[in-house]
């Protein structure tokens, strides 16, 4: 069974722009959560869909937004980049059972300059 | 919200030597509890998971993680460290009544020293 994948897997930015990331989960897996990790701040929840709604979100600005399709994929966007905004942002997919694991993807690393 | 506690950002052990990495979460329901590894530009890989039943549990790669409740405390060992074992490694839990969100600790980079 092929695992998450992330595209693009690198990116670089200018400040000011916006940037749309992308994520496949596993197939048969409806639940698709981003998060962003940095050296400074760590992994960090940016929110999770599950059957094309947001069902949780972690505390970040409202330029960070996503969305989910009907057919479990999953894209985040965020605008008006800043410097700050540089991140590995990890996808993860899941099932929808208490205590099942989250699979993780390899990553998009976004570099703004 | 959950909080979770990694003592140590670096620990260096020899190859052979015990491997102990500390997790300490928050929370007086017991969560359900996972460690994940995370090589060099690259994604997260389960090791192992707690889920209430059996207190130890057996991962891959040789790892076994402890959950005692009354210490609050889930930490990750492995007898003998390989080479192949240097890498970054996370704790997380995820809450029983939203267990889609996880909380991650920040991680400790296990060195292995030849």
């Known amino acids: 069974k092929a695992g998450v994948t992330q595209t693009p897997r690198y990116l670089i930015k200018t400040r000011g722009q916006q940037v749309t990331l992308s994520c496949s989960p596993i197939s048969g897996h409806r639940s698709v959560s981003w998060y962003q990790q940095t050296p400074g701040q760590g992994l960090q929840f940016l929110f999770e869909y599950f059957s094309e709604t947001q069902r949780n979100k972690g505390n970040f600005p409202g330029r960070f937004s996503g969305r989910q399709f009907s057919n479990s994929r999953s894209e985040m966007n965020v605008s008006t980049l800043e410097l700050g905004d540089s991140a590995l942002y990890l996808c993860?997919?899941?099932?929808?059972?208490?205590?099942?694991?989250?699979?993780f993807g390899p990553g998009t690393r976004l570099t703004v300059t | 919200a959950q909080s979770v506690t990694q003592l140590g950002s670096h620990v260096s052990v020899s190859e052979g030597a015990l491997v102990l990495l500390r997790c300490n979460y928050s929370s007086s329901v017991p969560p359900y509890l996972f460690w994940y590894v995370q090589y060099p530009n690259q994604g997260l890989q389960l090791l192992l998971k707690y889920t209430s039943a059996a207190t130890l549990v057996k991962g891959i790669n040789g790892f076994e993680a402890e959950f005692k409740k009354s210490e609050t405390s889930f930490h990750l060992t492995k007898p003998s460290a390989h080479m192949s074992d240097a890498a970054e490694y996370f704790c997380?839990?995820?809450?029983?009544?939203?267990?889609?969100?996880?909380?991650f600790g920040s991680g400790t980079k296990l060195n292995v020293k030849p």
């Open positions: 993860a997919s899941s099932l929808e059972l208490a205590g099942y694991e989250q699979y």
């Open positions: 997380a839990v995820s809450e029983k009544n939203n267990f889609n969100k996880f909380y």
